[in-house]
């Protein structure tokens, strides 16, 4: 069964770049699956952030895309998201996910804080 | 976009009721779907996909059924453990989900 694990700096300065990066068990991404970043903001529900695959490219949440890149690392195994400009709105927890057989799987989540 | 509108946003229970949690896409997703348990503190747990296969390790009270537009997720009798946020989720195109029920016992 595929493993996700989230990786990045968990505390950010206002305006700056949030970089996460997730590691996929081996040989799991491959050029048709789909790999999913997913945020949790305190107290809330689940946010679709977007999605990248190696043979379509990536796709984002409207109210994001003009803030995020995500890219994916097929030789490391690896896919990652940039969030640049930050606020304290972007304080969440953020998961990386994945749909590479029947049923969706899941890191553990990354909190990331954006203070001064 | 496939909008996911989830019903009821709380429900208090008591242990061996059976609970009931619905689940609305604005458009047919035929069976991509999925049930997840969520604890404080803790990622999503997956309980059903593909509207109603259960995922490995979950307890047999846990059911989910539907398609196209309208899905259940049933617990058919509460235990204490079950107390914690229940979200569904499409992935017919890209991920979209319910606003979550949580779940409390009396």
């Known amino acids: 069964q595929v493993q996700l694990q989230e990786s990045g700096p968990g505390l950010l300065k206002p305006s700056g770049t949030l970089s996460l990066t997730c590691d996929v068990s081996?040989?799991?991404?491959?050029?048709?699956?789909?790999w999913t970043w997913v945020r949790q903001r305190p107290g809330k529900g689940l946010e679709w952030i977007g999605e990248?695959?190696?043979?379509?490219?990536?796709s984002y949440d409207p109210s994001l895309r003009n803030r995020v890149t995500m890219s994916l690392d097929k030789s490391n195994n690896e896919f990652s998201l940039k969030l640049i400009s930050v606020t304290a709105a972007d304080t969440a927890v953020y998961y990386c996910?994945?749909?590479?057989?029947?049923?969706?799987?899941w890191g553990q989540g990354i909190l990331v804080t954006v203070s001064s | 976009d496939i909008q996911m509108t989830q019903s009821p946003s709380t429900l208090s229970a008591s242990v061996g009721d059976r609970v009931t949690i619905t689940c609305r896409a604005s458009?047919?997703?035929?069976?991509?779907l999925a049930w997840y348990q969520q604890k404080p503190g803790k990622a999503p747990k997956v309980l059903i996909y593909?509207?109603?296969r259960l995922e490995s390790g979950v307890p047999s009270r846990f059911s989910g059924s539907g398609s196209g537009t309208e899905f259940t997720l049933t617990i058919s009798s509460l235990q204490p453990d079950d107390s914690a946020t229940y979200y569904c989720?499409?992935?017919?195109?890209?991920?979209?989900f319910g606003q979550g029920t949580k779940v409390e016992i009396k």
């Open positions: 996910a994945g749909r590479p057989g029947d049923a969706p799987r």
């Open positions: 081996a040989n799991y991404i491959s050029n048709d699956n789909w």
């Open positions: 990248i695959s190696h043979n379509w490219g990536a």
């Open positions: 458009q047919s997703i035929n069976v991509a």
């Open positions: 593909k509207a109603s």
């Open positions: 989720q499409q992935y017919q195109h890209y991920w979209a």
